[in-house]
């Protein structure tokens, strides 16, 4: 076999010489391939994010935070913050593009004219149809190459985890926390006879209750564990969901990344206890305390909407550690107690919960320093 035949010898020549091409042609707009792309996917959908034209081109997210930065530097392209989302930037091309842009596709013609020639108008219509399957083909290689997140829970309806809507829940497993009065051991575990709930599974129940369900809360265990966490994300999110984070704060860059990306709408941080009663409190002598005090401080910046929460356990809280924890969050919107309630699937037996005149007095320590102090699982 000619060594022509190969695909990746051809669609290695196709490539260097296209980039020859544009090179040289686009050489006095001082751009390249890569940002004439980006340019006629703005200009033919002007108002599009960085978000929507990664997903269009496979395009990581370095090779579009590059390529558009070039594009605003020189003066073809401007970002303007999208109304209903501060997180995110919405891309329009100015006058300076409309000027050329009727020059760009002329020479993208020109060369589609070049590598077709000799061919019948027929055939180019069917290798460009076939190229198109041939591209989509690859695509789905590589979404089939992301790992794939997998759920251990999920609560198909709840009016209780996400203010004000009506929503889904999904349990991920694993958790860097042993905190003894967790009430799903099983999800910190991960016993062998753990029933796994398919990623596809819970895109395809999303599917079916759009225009129903309001929002979709990702608890656990620890979402943040898991890097395969954000593309089934943006998943959720293509579906038009608001998506509610819960998270023990120990992956502040993380939080910042998701929240950065317009994938998280809300975040509920679990405050454990005072920082001196931390490793106690959460099971382990891993020190998280930096962390967890970043994520609080980021939280606290009105980046994103949030609450705080405490699960109030008789054996790990006082009124001293409720006057610690009242200081660190100082200045917060929300802030929630929550009664802990014993069970078969807690970590520790025996432990118990206050009254609700007891919780009161502790919200009462709380309220001068936090916006709003309210009680649950009364």
């Not at 792309?37 to 090779?63: H, P, R, S, V, W």
């Not at 594009?71 to 073809?76: A, I, K, N, R």
Request: aromatic share 12%; charged share 30%; proline share 3%.
């Amino acid at each position: 076999m000619e060594s022509n035949n190969y695909l990746l010898m051809n669609s290695s020549i196709l490539y260097r010489c296209t980039q020859k091409y544009y090179d040289k042609q686009l050489n006095p707009y001082e751009i390249g391939a890569g940002q004439l792309q980006f340019l006629i996917m703005i200009y033919e959908e002007e108002g599009i994010t960085m978000q929507t034209l990664a997903g269009k081109g496979n395009f990581d997210k370095g090779t579009i935070t590059k390529g558009i930065q070039k594009l605003e530097d020189l003066g073809y392209v401007r970002s303007v913050v999208n109304e209903q989302d501060k997180r995110v930037r919405c891309l329009y091309t100015t006058d300076k593009t409309k000027e050329i842009i009727g020059n760009l596709y002329l020479i993208r013609r020109d060369w589609w004219e070049r590598i077709t020639k000799g061919i019948s108008l027929s055939e180019a219509e069917l290798f460009e149809n076939l190229l198109q399957k041939i591209a989509e083909s690859a695509s789905q290689y590589m979404v089939e190459e992301e790992k794939e997140i997998a759920f251990f829970g999920m609560q198909k309806l709840t009016l209780l985890d996400y203010p004000g809507k009506m929503a889904c829940t999904l349990f991920t497993g694993g958790c860097n926390f042993k905190c003894p009065f967790c009430h799903n051991a099983d999800l910190v575990f991960l016993p062998e006879n753990m029933v796994e709930i398919k990623g596809q599974d819970v895109l395809d129940y999303l599917k079916k209750r759009q225009g129903i369900l309001e929002g979709v809360c990702i608890s656990g265990g620890e979402p943040l564990l898991h890097d395969e966490i954000e593309p089934f994300l943006r998943k959720i999110k293509a579906l038009g969901y608001p998506i509610k984070l819960d998270t023990n704060g120990c992956f502040p860059d993380k939080i910042k990344y998701l929240v950065e990306e317009g994938l998280i709408d809300y975040v509920a941080m679990d405050i454990k206890n005072s920082f001196e009663r931390y490793p106690e409190t959460i099971g382990t002598q891993t020190i998280y305390i930096d962390a967890i005090k970043e994520s609080i401080d980021y939280l606290l910046s009105g980046a994103v909407d949030y609450e705080f929460r405490t699960t109030m356990v008789k054996e790990f809280h006082s009124f001293e550690d409720m006057l610690a924890i009242g200081k660190m969050l100082k200045g917060a919107k929300r802030y929630y107690l929550q009664n802990f309630i014993d069970g078969e699937r807690v970590i520790q037996k025996g432990l118990h919960g206050f009254t609700k005149e007891e919780l009161e007095a502790f919200a009462e320590v709380a309220k001068p320093y936090i916006e709003t102090v309210d009680i649950r699982g009364i």
